[in-house]
């Protein structure tokens, strides 16, 4: 059986799209969620905005609201840009338990959050890249790998990345066959100040 290149195969397609289906329903969740403050105002308006009523009309109009009162704070929901850090190490020896690995694993992404201090990850997506026999991606162990770094990642950084869990950490793995084996791509999503 010979293949063209170029076409995509259909498990690699289905991945994508179980990706990007995913993506979109976090997006359509947190963005419909409300803020603090508009639960709080439908809930309890404050005395100056409520319309008053007077015994008998007043004959000095009510001044206009200004811009600045009338702005709206904006919505919560992800940030749509997104950072990335990369990690590389021994794909089967994290996969297989190393402590060695994991402890390398560890340093490399409490380096690379570093920038963001301040923040939370609320939604991270790693994409594992390991190399099979002949230098083509194995896909079964990049997933496995990819999935190894994703369940590591909140007991590095606690305080950074939300607890493991498939619907908001999750592992894929990454057929380009330019990136070296071993290197793992933590694409982090953050949610909107």
């Not at 694993?105 to 002949?134: N, P, Y």
């Not at 896909?139 to 990642?153: I, M, N, P, Q």
Request: aromatic share 6%; net charge positive; proline share 9%.
């Amino acid at each position: 059986m010979t293949r063209r290149p170029g076409r995509a195969t259909v498990p690699y397609l289905a991945g994508w799209l179980f990706a990007d289906v995913l993506l979109v329903i976090v997006l359509v969740v947190l963005g419909g969620e409300q803020t603090p403050h508009d639960r709080t105002a439908a809930r309890d308006p404050s005395p100056a905005a409520a319309p008053t009523r007077t015994a008998r009309p007043t004959a000095t109009p009510e001044p206009a609201p200004s811009p600045a009162s009338t702005r709206r704070a904006r919505p919560g929901g992800l940030d749509p840009a997104t950072r990335s850090i990369t990690v590389h190490t021994d794909a089967d020896a994290l996969v297989s338990g190393s402590k060695a690995a994991k402890a390398d694993l560890e340093r490399q992404v409490s380096a690379g959050i570093a920038r963001f201090k301040g923040r939370t990850a609320a939604f991270v997506m790693v994409f594992g890249t390991v190399h099979g026999v002949g230098g083509a991606v194995d896909s079964g162990r990049s997933d496995a790998y990819a999935t190894a770094v994703a369940r590591l990642l909140p007991r590095t950084a606690p305080a950074f990345f939300p607890p493991y869990s498939e619907k908001i950490i999750r592992g894929y793995h990454d057929s380009s066959g330019d990136i070296g084996s071993g290197t793992a791509r933590i694409e982090l999503f953050f949610l909107l100040r």
